[in-house]
C-alpha cells in the first residue's frame, strides 16, 4: 500500500496550491478519502472528507470556502485545491485513506506547506 502525497510548497498569504495524493496496493473506489494536517505543537486535525464515490464532502469550518477536496477513482488519486491560503494554514498536510466498511486506515507520509510572505 502507498499513498504519496505532492504539491506542497511556500506560497504568500492569499496564493493557492493544489495538493493530490496517488495511490496505489489497496481498492481506492473503496476507501473513504481525506486530507489530514498537523502544525506544530498542536494535534493533526481533519481537514476535508470526500465519500468513497465522491458524492459527500465534509470540511472544518476554518477551510470551508476556500479548500475544495475531490478524487478521481480512474487514478487513484485524491485532491485538495487550496485557495486565499492563510499563514494558519501552515502544516503538513497528510493523505488519509479509510475502508468504507472495515478496519483498514493507510497514512501517507505528508507533504509541508507552509504560507508566508
Known amino acids: 500500500v502507498q499513498l504519496v502525497e505532492s504539491g506542497g510548497g511556500l506560497v504568500q498569504p492569499g496564493g493557492s496550491l493544489r495538493l493530490s495524493c496517488a495511490t496505489s496496493?489497496?481498492?481506492?473506489?473503496?476507501?473513504?478519502m481525506s486530507w489530514y494536517r498537523q502544525a506544530p505543537g498542536k494535534e493533526r486535525e481533519l481537514v476535508a472528507r470526500?465519500?468513497?464515490?465522491?458524492?459527500?464532502?465534509n470540511y472544518i469550518d476554518s477551510v470551508k470556502g476556500r479548500f475544495t477536496i475531490s478524487r478521481d477513482n480512474a487514478k487513484n488519486t485524491v485532491y485538495l485545491q487550496m485557495n486565499s491560503l492563510k499563514p494558519e494554514d501552515t502544516a503538513v498536510y497528510y493523505c488519509?485513506?479509510?475502508?468504507?466498511?472495515?478496519?483498514?486506515?493507510?497514512w501517507g507520509q505528508g507533504t509541508q506547506v507552509t504560507v508566508s510572505s
Open positions: 488519509n485513506a479509510k475502508h468504507s466498511l472495515f478496519a483498514y486506515n493507510y
Open positions: 496496493g489497496f481498492t481506492f473506489s473503496s476507501y473513504i
Open positions: 470526500i465519500g468513497s464515490v465522491g458524492g459527500s464532502t
